[in-house]
């Protein structure tokens, strides 16, 4: 198996995008998704959040069917309920009816304050989780503060069903014009129009995949992969749920095994069909953006002393040039991204300076330096790198006295070579 795989990686990888041709490089793609799903993280992924869709589902539809409610077209909540449990076959009735029948009597007031208190924390963890999720496809150390946090999520809350509202009302705006009846009634276009009407569906939930790569990850995701995960995942979203479909329609066995229970059985097997599809379009999507990272995969490199180093000394000298500069600040993403490591292996270099003092992060997740440039030494930049924190423990060592005398002299090499040198003498370098 891993020798079939080291070939692989061998055919695919080891020559340029150039020289490999294009088919080759394009089946890089698949072979990076389908090694991804075999090796499990994101199927345990997907499972964790079946258990937290559960929780939340009837909350969010509820503060979303008070919305609609508000606009008076709240019955239109119903539909795309429906066309998510579509794929469970002549169970969707029943399964769109059961939910429906919860949001309405959540948003009646049939709760207490203590049952409501509990399904708006189901909400805001499964956001939270939600956003860890994509994080860790996507590489990001840290996730949006609180207060961002609780700003976006509400206004895409709000902002969501009023945009949904818009597309029904010109959708259904567009059913009733004159001149799109007379056109349905030419045969060509009508056959046209009829197989438009049958891919609107899916081309509405290719653009919400997009949306939701762009917006839930707490980094700058361009619209081109975005589009190209959504797409992809709408596709495959269509095409499994046909599947599934099919399969529901012919398991009597299994409808006979599990009797009541078979209704929800199938649900949750669907939910997690439906996360783990949403999953690896927003893997492709990194990819896409990151073709460099397939090879790898989720494998982060390793963070070497020398690295920490250099991390560190780069950090500092880009925040204390913007800084001095007053141009605008840099975040632990942006700063990632411009030094083309992964977010996950510059976060530690970042939490040892700023544990160290050298660093402090605002509200806005904006880096600025800690102290003073001027009194900021070279020296204690590369010794925080060393380091996590300062509160940790650290071994030591029971050496031989002439291998500790060398450690001791690289370390005193090291600091009469950068002895005098402040941050502040670095950036003026450049000027």
């Avoid at 990076?32 to 079946?50: K, P, Q, T, W, Y």
């Avoid at 909400?123 to 956003?131: A, D, G, L, M």
Wanted: net charge neutral; hydrophobic share 50%; charged share 20%.
């Amino acid at each position: 198996m891993f020798a079939l795989q080291e070939r692989l990686e061998k055919l695919l990888f080891d020559r340029t995008a150039a020289a490999a041709g294009r088919a080759v490089s394009l089946l890089r793609y698949p072979y990076a998704l389908i090694r991804d799903f075999i090796r499990g993280e994101l199927n345990l992924r997907a499972m964790s959040l079946v258990y937290t869709t559960l929780l939340s589902v009837v909350p969010l539809l509820a503060f979303s069917f008070s919305i609609f409610k508000g606009l008076g077209i709240h019955r239109n909540l119903e539909p795309f309920v429906h066309e998510f449990f579509r794929p469970l076959g002549e169970n969707a009735e029943e399964m769109t009816g059961r939910v429906i029948s919860f949001v309405e009597n959540m948003s009646s007031g049939v709760l207490g304050t203590l049952g409501l208190a509990f399904l708006l924390f189901s909400v805001i963890s499964t956001i939270q989780k939600i956003e860890a999720t994509f994080n860790f496809v996507w590489r990001v150390e840290r996730p949006r503060s609180f207060a961002r946090r609780i700003s976006e999520y509400l206004s895409l809350m709000i902002v969501g069903p009023i945009i949904v509202v818009a597309a029904l009302s010109l959708t259904a705006s567009l059913a009733d014009v004159t001149f799109i009846e007379q056109l349905a009634e030419i045969q060509p276009v009508d056959t046209a129009l009829v197989a438009i009407g049958r891919l609107v569906p899916y081309a509405a939930v290719s653009l919400l995949f997009a949306f939701l790569y762009v917006f839930i990850p707490n980094t700058r995701v361009r619209v081109v992969p975005a589009l190209a995960g959504g797409l992809f995942a709408g596709v495959l979203w269509a095409a499994l749920g046909a599947a599934f479909t099919a399969f529901i329609a012919y398991s009597t066995r299994l409808s006979l095994v599990y009797t009541s229970f078979f209704i929800l059985f199938t649900a949750l097997i669907w939910i997690y069909i439906s996360w783990l599809i949403l999953l690896l379009g927003a893997q492709l999507s990194y990819y896409v953006q990151h073709p460099e990272c397939m090879r790898r995969g989720q494998q982060e490199p390793r963070l070497t002393a020398s690295l920490a180093e250099q991390l560190a000394l780069n950090t500092m000298y880009l925040i204390a040039r913007s800084f001095k500069k007053g141009e605008p600040g840099w975040s632990l993403n942006r700063l990632a991204e411009r030094l083309d490591v992964p977010g996950m292996l510059l976060g530690p270099v970042i939490r040892s300076l700023e544990g160290a003092g050298l660093l402090v992060a605002t509200e806005q997740e904006v880096l600025l330096p800690g102290r003073d440039i001027a009194e900021m030494e070279l020296s204690g930049i590369v010794d925080a790198a060393r380091r996590y924190h300062k509160d940790e423990p650290t071994a030591h060592v029971r050496g031989s006295p002439r291998a500790q005398q060398l450690a001791q002299e690289i370390d005193a090499a090291l600091g009469e070579r950068l002895q005098g040198r402040t941050l502040r003498s670095l950036v003026e370098d450049e000027d």
